[in-house]
């Protein structure tokens, strides 16, 4: 009866792991893996009828009681009403056609829209496709299969008056290409008047920089004084980024981060939902769009009053921003407002330097205070060695001598388990049909023996956030991407175009299974080496560098292991499972 519990029991967990799994993809957006469920076409609205293209931000209250949420058609409003349809505004006189702008730098090649001069796709040159590596990385873009921009414009006009904003036509002016012997390069975008006001967008750009200065000057070319706002968003679909596993899941969304809140991650479906819980006033702070390995962010310098919003525009369409005021524009004068634009490679060493906070985006989860200090030292060890790959051995193994003493513990509790199984197999025998006796009876062999059946476990048990933190860390790391290790290994960030890796973790965890004592219970002896299989399923379609953190750890376990059994006198024995 008592097996047959068990084997119950061990199934109910099996299956509830597997029902966690795929209630772990559906949160993280991903498909589930075992159970497929249908779901509704979620494809992005195209970008000519979206309202990317003429939804306007609402101006709320909190920034200035006069903003008109209803200057521009489209604009969505905190009251709903029938859509109107999107307005393309029609080219001013003296102004040239809408056309698409190419600027490039040493690292980034950017496309520009005069239409509003919007940054529109942004490709990276040392940053390849995880599909195709024949192509650059595209983050930004607006295509028929992905809508991903940066925009700003603004709003306020008094008494229905409209300003420039991301839909009006502007005039290009500036340099394409970053040239030889020069540190920087600008493009300029200039509107015509609307609404009494002209809006002039320069945007800068330096060498091996992925952070672009944009400096709005909003020019007043009518008779009264004005008090405009600006804002600044991303439009992003919903989708996850192409050719991501469906084997792990990281975060892909809006993030706000402010000097009250710190970071705070949006989920698409808390948008769609309408609980979105963010500071919605500050001086501090940051907007981005994050995905695995890259983001983008608006910055404001620290003291800018500012509204932060998150907001659902159309369906399977999102944006996160900023408006903050230009107050009391005299006529004939000009004020502006500079910001910052960051698109590109989550490295961890520039977003700190670039701004307070936005090396968050890289995210570890709860554990950053463990995960941060461990890529500290992975980067210093890559300075050392100068190869990813042999980084993260010599990661493993600096932290395996840290906690060599608490292993050591761990081991030579197994060690004694080892020692007296043979003497707890044979009372199991012979009390087989005596459950309560033969529990007494294991208990005083524990007794006798010193031996403490969870001393093997505690020890492990404190590691466990040290090394989870460690997976984060080499799953979040940019650096990975395109990083090579050793003969057919050319991409930590890819699973191991062979299986080679992923197999000999399997057999390395097999190993480490056999060298274990074997549980009294047949049943746990069994489950002991089938789960070790099941899970191993899944480093087939890891990223190579998480197989090889793991083979590294598994292989310095079974050595310390080993050595010491035998200095207990326990000789290395190998327990094989019985399943018939």
Not at 61 to 66: D, E, F, L, N
Request: aromatic letters at 10%; one cysteine or more; hydrophobic letters at 45%.
């Amino acid at each position: 009866m008592n097996d047959i519990r068990r084997t119950i029991l061990w199934v109910v967990f099996g299956f509830s792991l597997v029902l966690l799994w795929d209630q772990w993809q559906i949160h993280n957006g991903q498909k589930p893996t075992f159970f497929p469920q249908p779901t509704a076409a979620n494809s992005p609205t195209s970008p000519a009828a979206s309202p990317a293209a003429s939804g306007v931000p609402t101006a709320s209250s909190t920034v200035t009681p006069a903003a008109n949420v209803s200057q521009v058609p489209g604009t969505p409003t905190a009251t709903p009403s029938a859509p109107a349809a999107p307005m393309t505004p029609a080219t001013p006189a003296g102004l040239a056609p809408r056309e698409r702008i190419e600027v490039a730098t040493d690292v980034l090649k950017l496309t520009f829209d005069t239409e509003g001069g919007s940054l529109v796709r942004s490709e990276f040159s040392h940053h390849v496709d995880m599909a195709d590596h024949s192509k650059p990385l595209v983050l930004l873009d607006e295509s028929r299969d992905r809508v991903y921009v940066a925009q700003t414009g603004l709003i306020g006009g008094a008494n229905g008056v409209a300003y420039a904003t991301h839909k009006t036509p502007m005039t290009f002016s500036g340099e394409r290409d970053l040239k030889e012997g020069k540190d920087e390069m600008t493009v300029r975008f200039e509107s015509a008047d609307v609404g009494g006001l002209k809006l002039v967008k320069t945007y800068t750009l330096h060498r091996a920089s992925y952070d672009i200065k944009v400096k709005h000057e909003v020019i007043n070319t009518g008779a009264a004084a004005v008090s405009p706002q600006l804002y600044v968003q991303l439009v992003r679909d919903g989708n996850k980024p192409a050719g991501e596993s469906a084997f792990y899941s990281t975060f892909t969304g809006p993030a706000i981060y402010t000097e009250a809140k710190k970071y705070n991650k949006v989920e698409f479906s808390d948008i769609d939902k309408n609980k979105v819980d963010i500071d919605k006033t500050s001086d501090t702070g940051y907007v981005a769009m994050v995905q695995h390995y890259f983001a983008s962010a608006w910055l404001l310098a620290d003291g800018i009053s500012r509204e932060n919003f998150a907001r659902k525009v159309d369906t399977n369409l999102y944006a996160v921003g900023m408006i903050t005021p230009i107050k009391d524009v005299a006529p004939g004068q000009s004020k502006s407002v500079e910001a910052i634009l960051f698109t590109g490679p989550q490295e961890e060493k520039k977003l700190e330097a670039l701004a307070p906070g936005l090396d968050l985006v890289k995210d570890y989860g709860w554990l950053a205070m463990l995960a941060k200090p461990l890529y500290w030292l992975l980067d210093k060890l890559f300075g050392i060695l100068n190869n990813w790959g042999w980084s993260i051995v010599a990661l493993v193994l600096l932290l395996k001598i840290a906690f060599y003493w608490l292993n050591a513990k761990a081991y030579a509790s197994m060690a004694k388990m080892k020692a007296i199984n043979p003497r707890i197999m044979d009372m199991r025998e012979r009390l087989k049909d005596k459950p309560q006796e033969m529990q007494q009876e294991m208990m005083k062999i524990y007794r006798e023996e010193k031996v403490n059946p969870m001393g093997g476990c505690f020890p492990i048990m404190v590691q466990i956030p040290v090394f989870i933190a460690l997976y984060w860390v080499l799953l979040s790391t940019v650096e990975m991407r395109n990083a090579p290790w050793v003969g057919w290994i050319h991409d930590l960030s890819a699973p191991d175009p062979f299986f080679i890796l992923p197999v000999v973790m399997t057999l390395s965890t097999l190993l480490q299974t056999a060298l274990n004592p074997a549980p009294p219970d047949p049943m746990q002896a069994k489950m002991m080496w089938i789960m070790p299989l099941v899970f191993s399923v899944m480093f087939f379609f890891f990223p190579s560098g998480l197989v090889l953190y793991w083979i590294t750890n598994n292989i310095l376990s079974i050595a310390q292991q080993w050595v010491i059994n035998t200095r207990m006198g326990v000789p290395p024995q190998f327990n094989m499972p019985k399943f018939n």
